[in-house]
């Protein structure tokens, strides 16, 4: 721990300088500039990979496996500008740290460890395309650990469970092509808004009546266009919507009930309606014998049992490749006012659970002997 201790300013360095550079997914340009500018003075190999991300390995006296540890990069697009309101800055800290808590220990190291600086988490992804680059293949990575800040949990504890554990996501769009008439001759037309409405309700009732009240799926139309002034019959009606599940044949029905509702309401209404269903990423499926090591490694007094979430993460692509667990680091405090959840504009955290997720990743090391 006084090896951990003695690192705590730099990360909170680390953290203060990737705060004020955050950039958005495939744009992390200054970003990846700060990591490699920082490998370089460790002394740390790397490969770059889809243009901003940056992958270094740091080799074992004795390697028998590799193991990889993974930090998203990028920043969210907001109505203030791009900024760091999804913990990002932070787990680049915490990986940094443990990048030059290993090359200070490197004589203790027996076997190989990755780090990986993933673009675009948020959007447009940066998961699949460096697996199609061949991250996993090219370093021969036998598994994988990644963590998020998670503001819903205490500092100190850590979140997980085993098998599914965030969703698959996708985005829909919906275009309704109708007629337009005078506003007081409504027969003459045929109103996109009373279409966009009634499909709106008939989608709600996927969910409700058409998934088993054991399944988990949610379908939200989070913003409807519609129409151009109050006294002229809407010709045109534009929603955009999510969906989450976890199980991929649950993913797959509901794809395929809304593809029918949408012709349904062609149909009920004489319209055009188009719809787009765009696959977002996959669920985070925790390996039951990871999650097991971890759970006896940690102890069970630090670790909190989580629900599935709906939120979704696209460390769930490693995990189609090779052995991977996700877990979420606590960092409510309510003393403090860290209670704001991800993506609100007042997110924050104590740097002190910097401390919690190095000690975390070491502890794990040493137990699993790759690191003495």
Same mark, same amino acid.
């Given at each position: 721990?006084?090896?951990?201790?003695?690192?705590?300013?730099?990360?909170?360095?680390?953290?203060?300088?990737?705060?004020?550079?955050?950039?958005?997914?495939?744009?992390?340009?200054?970003?990846?500039?700060?990591?490699? #500018?920082?490998?370089?003075?460790?002394?740390?190999?790397? #490969?770059?990979?889809?243009?901003?991300?940056?992958?270094?390995?740091?080799?074992?006296?004795?390697?028998?496996?590799?193991?990889?540890?993974?930090?998203?990069?990028?920043?969210?697009?907001?109505?203030?500008? $791009?900024?760091?309101?999804?913990?990002?800055?932070?787990?680049?800290?915490?990986?940094?740290?443990?990048?030059?808590?290993?090359?200070?220990?490197?004589?203790?190291?027996? /076997?190989?460890?990755?780090?990986?600086?993933?673009?675009?988490?948020?959007? !447009?992804?940066?998961?699949?395309?460096?697996?199609? =680059?061949?991250? @996993?293949?090219?370093?021969?990575? /036998?598994?994988?650990?990644?963590?998020?800040?998670?503001?819903?949990?205490?500092?100190?504890?850590?979140? @997980?469970?085993?098998?599914?554990?965030?969703?698959?996501?996708?985005?829909?769009?919906?275009?309704?092509?109708?007629?337009?008439?005078?506003?007081?001759?409504? =027969?003459?037309?045929?109103?996109?808004?009373?279409?966009?409405?009634?499909?709106?309700?008939?989608? =709600?009732?996927? $969910?409700?009546?058409?998934?088993?009240?054991?399944?988990?799926?949610?379908?939200?139309?989070?913003?409807?266009?519609?129409?151009?002034?109050?006294?002229? $019959?809407?010709?045109?009606?534009? @929603?955009?919507?999510?969906?989450?599940?976890?199980? !991929?044949?649950?993913?797959?029905?509901?794809?395929?009930?809304?593809?029918? $509702?949408?012709?349904?309401?062609?149909?009920?209404?004489?319209?055009?309606? /188009?719809?787009?269903?765009?696959?977002?990423?996959?669920?985070?499926?925790?390996?039951?014998?990871?999650?097991?090591?971890?759970?006896?490694?940690?102890?069970?007094?630090?670790?909190?049992?989580?629900?599935?979430?709906?939120?979704?993460?696209?460390? #769930?692509?490693?995990?189609?490749?090779?052995?991977?667990?996700?877990?979420? @680091?606590?960092?409510?405090?309510?003393?403090?006012?860290?209670?704001?959840?991800?993506?609100?504009?007042?997110?924050?955290?104590?740097?002190?659970?910097?401390?919690?997720?190095?000690?975390?990743?070491?502890?794990?090391?040493?137990?699993?002997?790759?690191?003495?």
């Amino acid at each position: 721990m006084n090896d951990i201790k003695a690192l705590f300013e730099k990360l909170k360095n680390h953290r203060n300088k990737l705060h004020n550079i955050g950039e958005i997914g495939r744009k992390e340009y200054n970003t990846s500039k700060y990591i490699r #500018s920082y490998l370089d003075k460790l002394g740390i190999e790397y #490969s770059v990979y889809i243009e901003t991300g940056t992958v270094g390995i740091i080799k074992g006296k004795n390697p028998r496996k590799t193991i990889a540890f993974r930090s998203d990069i990028d920043a969210l697009s907001t109505e203030n500008g $791009v900024k760091h309101l999804c913990g990002h800055d932070g787990h680049m800290s915490i990986l940094l740290g443990l990048i030059e808590y290993l090359n200070n220990n490197r004589h203790n190291l027996n /076997d190989n460890i990755v780090f990986i600086f993933q673009p675009a988490e948020e959007a !447009p992804g940066g998961a699949e395309e460096m697996i199609k =680059q061949g991250v @996993l293949k090219d370093y021969n990575v /036998d598994e994988i650990y990644g963590l998020h800040i998670y503001p819903e949990i205490p500092e100190g504890y850590i979140g @997980l469970r085993d098998g599914y554990f965030l969703a698959q996501g996708a985005e829909i769009d919906i275009n309704i092509t109708a007629k337009s008439a005078h506003g007081a001759m409504p =027969q003459n037309g045929i109103d996109a808004t009373v279409v966009a409405s009634s499909l709106i309700s008939n989608l =709600q009732s996927i $969910v409700s009546r058409n998934l088993s009240p054991i399944d988990n799926g949610v379908i939200t139309i989070g913003k409807l266009n519609a129409g151009s002034v109050r006294n002229i $019959v809407a010709e045109n009606a534009y @929603l955009e919507g999510t969906m989450r599940t976890f199980s !991929p044949e649950t993913y797959a029905h509901m794809k395929k009930r809304i593809k029918e $509702v949408v012709s349904g309401c062609e149909v009920m209404y004489n319209c055009k309606i /188009d719809a787009e269903i765009r696959d977002f990423y996959p669920a985070v499926n925790n390996d039951k014998k990871l999650y097991d090591e971890f759970i006896n490694i940690i102890g069970e007094d630090k670790i909190i049992k989580l629900d599935p979430l709906m939120i979704s993460e696209d460390f #769930s692509y490693y995990q189609k490749e090779v052995p991977g667990l996700f877990f979420m @680091l606590g960092s409510r405090n309510e003393e403090k006012g860290y209670i704001n959840g991800l993506h609100n504009i007042n997110f924050n955290f104590d740097e002190k659970i910097f401390l919690n997720a190095l000690e975390i990743y070491i502890k794990l090391l040493k137990a699993k002997k790759l690191l003495n």
